[in-house]
């Protein structure tokens, strides 16, 4: 039981640590607009075929990541310039249409260029089971576990150490005063959605290798890493993580212990009663109205 246990636990974290990043870029955006970026699936899945793609027309694996990754991001620049910002001021209801809009046109193009097929990349360093304890883990693993950890410490570095960085989460406390203190609010949106493209983009090349990717593999990702982004509190970029985290324990304890048809449900379940008790999430900010 205990040795059942611990293997679902590092599924459940490697699993969550995509979630995490998911869920990260739509912190970012969310912090920096207001706006819940439902693309963001889609950046997930562009970065796997995309790198997918370069791989077979002849690119070695890191300079196959490393040109996706870049790729994603200014499709990401694209869809802020073209699609978010001329809707700047526009209702919240009216941004998720466009994003949402967004989310179908990409996938569209995807599948025009790559078909209906599932699609895989071969592992970073090989695919020979790791044991630890009585639990297994693969060689990928380490990898969205290692790059993941990396990211979130750079993502806190650059919040609390970096000017762009605490330019940019003033934005997301209030973008008229930052207006007014010289900051260019348009500079740091288009920053946020760059970031966020790129993380959706690795977390889609990091994945790659364990489970197939397909045109349409962003969907599923995308709603579990917005539920890791609103069960941290959909403004906190660790609390997403967090949220990611928890997703894919929860997730892979039910796929294990009662049945993996319900571990999708088990998810949004846990979502539901983490919105049913904490509204805006477990480290969401609290909110007063003055009457």
């Known amino acids: 039981m205990l040795d059942q246990l611990f293997q679902f636990l590092v599924t459940g974290i490697t699993v969550g640590s995509i979630y995490a990043l998911v869920g990260l870029g739509f912190a970012l955006i969310y912090n920096a607009s207001d706006v819940v970026n439902f693309a963001q699936g889609e950046f997930v899945m562009l970065g796997a ?11 070695p694996l890191p300079l196959a990541a490393i040109v996706a990754t870049t790729i994603v991001v200014i499709v990401g620049l694209l869809l802020e310039r073209f699609a978010i910002e001329p809707a700047l001021g526009a209702s919240v209801v009216a ?4 994003t949402i809009g967004a989310a179908i046109f990409l996938r569209g193009i995807a599948m025009l260029l790559w078909g209906k097929d599932f699609r895989s990349l071969p592992p970073f360093s090989g695919d020979t089971p790791i044991r630890i304890g009585s639990a297994t883990l693969l060689p990928q693993s380490l990898w969205v576990l290692g790059v993941t950890v990396a990211l979130v410490v750079l993502v806190r570095l650059f919040f609390d150490r970096t000017l762009v960085g605490k330019a940019l989460l003033a934005c997301s406390f209030n973008r008229a005063a ?23 983009a690795l977390a889609g090349i990091l994945v790659a290798p364990i489970t197939f990717s397909s045109y349409e593999a962003g969907v599923m990702l995308g709603l579990k890493g917005f539920s890791a982004a609103i069960v941290g509190g959909i403004g906190n970029p660790m609390g997403a993580v967090t949220g990611g985290l928890l997703l894919g324990v929860l ?4 796929a294990g212990f009662i049945s993996s048809g319900y571990k999708d449900a088990i998810a949004f379940l846990f979502v539901l009663m983490v919105l ?8 969401g900010h609290k909110t007063a ?3």
């Open 251 to 254: 997730e892979s304890l039910g």
């Open 276 to 283: 049913f008790f904490e509204p805006t999430g477990l480290f």
């Open 95 to 98: 941004t998720i249409i466009i």
């Open 178 to 200: 930052a207006k007014l203190v010289g900051i260019n609010v348009r500079v740091m949106l288009r920053l946020a959605y760059g970031l966020s493209a790129g993380f959706g």
């Open 49 to 59: 075929m995309t790198a997918i793609a370069l791989l077979a027309a002849g690119l």
């Open 289 to 291: 109205e003055r009457v």
